[in-house]
């Protein structure tokens, strides 16, 4: 639906002769608070002149000052794509034009256009949202996330709080039409009293500088690959609300659409390599309200496109969006209790990808936090969890070191009520006996598992690693295969065979 004063502005931006003798077509697309038109090489956004219970745009000025904003903020991470602002001028003669001599009437967002088939929601459509395009994209949330503006709080569980009931005055908007009374109050009160719950830890994150100016729509159809690389954009100008929250949560919403698209595995390893570089295991408590509340999030701004939409049939798929994601926020809620499953095996086992690949099918969405002793010995010693370490690292007491580490680790995350995937060698009986030992102590269920592949095989696997934590070399499998393992209690697995074979027998002997 077009706002009433901007009709004659709507239609200068959708006809193609608006933007040079070379365009010959302009695509459009429309969101609740932005329309974008796509014509040639540029992109043109302009905020829709709407007031809604978070945003009103019904001001020209505010628009303006909010397209300013936008490029500003969003240069930080697409400074590539943005241009800057241009003013939409009439004559007066009643000409419209871009940055023309006549008087403005509104303002938009400049942008280079981008193939719409790198939004990373089309790569995932394709198959083509790689686990190498998935770390990659994580490396650049991390890094986002460190260098955002912290903002101090002591009053951040109050704060969401009443994001939370904010988001419920919105979903009210849609009742009965779209969603019921009964399942937006209930869910609100669970919300709330999961918020109230954590309060303490809320509120100390807040004074911790977890809590920061981060790009607040973290979705996949704001991410493009541009150059290659992964490239965030669109980040939220308009309310602070939104966008100067905790990391975790600007996170979340990435994960609860991964997920939600039936994509949890990549979720998991999306939020397990951001944990490798910016560690955050007591910040796991508060994941299942945060993607609880994110879902909530989308069930009502799909209800709120569902009544404005002239087109039944899309009316009719928005309703059916805002239930699912009603459901969904209600599942986060109510997540599966907490377990420690432990990986081990000499060197090109495949270890390390068995415990990737279980991590989602554990615990709380989007599964278990996966704790590698590669990752940790790395982080002891103060470099990134993918920079070379050398034979420094490797000494005996490095090794207690990070052995300790790992079981604290994730003693920590199953106190979280969060699942766990312990990965190391696990070559002696005391390193196996101590990560049991994590779990008698947490009181929760423990697994083993003990991966044994045949030598040569083992060997081309070391041979054709690429960007991975682990420094072994074959050299190193060949001292780890002198080593006494005393009694095996943990369940053997052959991983010599083909990848989903192994998976399947771990699958089975932890029975998911």
Request: glycine share 8%; aromatic share 6%; charged share 25%.
């Amino acid at each position: 639906m077009i706002p009433d004063q901007q009709r004659d502005t709507f239609a200068f931006l959708a006809r193609p002769g608006s933007h040079g003798s070379d365009v010959g077509r302009v695509d459009q697309v429309h969101t609740h608070i932005s329309a974008i038109f796509l014509a040639g090489d540029r992109a043109i956004k302009l905020k829709r002149a709407v007031r809604l219970p978070f945003v009103d745009f019904t001001d020209p000025q505010i628009r303006k000052r909010a397209c300013e904003a936008e490029v500003a903020l969003n240069g930080r991470c697409a400074p590539d794509l943005y241009l800057g602002v241009a003013a939409v001028t009439r004559d007066p003669e009643g000409r419209l034009a871009l940055d023309g001599a006549g008087e403005p009437v509104d303002w938009v967002v400049l942008m280079r256009r981008f193939d719409e088939q790198s939004l990373f929601s089309r790569l995932l459509g394709r198959g083509e949202l790689t686990r190498e395009r998935a770390t990659a994209l994580a490396r650049a949330i991390a890094d986002y996330h460190a260098g955002a503006e912290v903002v101090r709080r002591d009053d951040n569980a109050a704060r969401m709080i009443a994001v939370a009931q904010g988001n419920r005055r919105s979903m009210l908007d849609s009742v009965p039409e779209v969603l019921t009374r009964e399942a937006v109050d209930t869910l609100t009160a669970r919300t709330v009293a999961a918020l109230n719950a954590h309060a303490d830890l809320i509120d100390r994150r807040g004074r911790e500088g977890w809590v920061r100016r981060c790009h607040g729509d973290l979705h996949l159809r704001n991410i493009c690959l541009w150059n290659d690389r992964p490239t965030l954009f669109d980040a939220i100008e308009f309310n602070d609300t939104f966008a100067v929250i905790d990391t975790l949560y600007d996170l979340a919403f990435l994960l609860m659409d991964l997920d939600q698209r039936g994509f949890r595995r990549l979720a998991s390893i999306i939020m397990n390599h951001v944990m490798e570089h910016e560690p955050d295991v007591e910040g796991l408590a508060l994941l299942p309200v945060f993607l609880s509340m994110r879902a909530a999030i989308r069930a009502h701004i799909s209800a709120t496109m569902a009544l404005g939409s002239d087109d039944p049939a899309h009316a009719q798929e928005l309703r059916r969006r805002a239930h699912a994601y009603m459901d969904r926020a209600f599942a986060y809620l109510a997540p599966p209790p907490p377990r420690l499953v432990a990986v081990g095996g000499l060197s090109g086992s495949g270890k390390s990808r068995m415990a990737r690949e279980l991590a989602p099918l554990l615990g709380a969405c989007p599964g278990a936090l996966v704790s590698r002793s590669d990752v940790l010995r790395k982080r002891l010693a103060g470099v990134g969890p993918y920079e070379t370490l050398g034979e420094g690292g490797y000494t005996p007491e490095m090794s207690r070191a990070t052995y300790q580490a790992l079981c604290e680790e994730t003693a920590a995350a199953l106190r979280q009520g969060h699942a766990a995937v312990a990965d190391a060698v696990f070559a002696r009986p005391e390193e196996r006996a101590a990560i049991e030992a994590v779990a008698r102590e947490v009181g929760v269920p423990f697994h083993g598992l003990w991966l044994e592949a045949d030598p040569d095989v083992a060997a081309r696997r070391i041979g054709t690693r690429r960007h991975n934590a682990s420094e072994a070399t074959v050299a190193v499998l060949e001292r780890q295969r002198t080593y006494d393992l005393g009694p095996m209690t943990w369940s053997r697995v052959d991983s010599s065979g083909p990848r989903r074979t192994t998976l399947a027998e771990g699958r089975r002997l932890l029975g998911v």
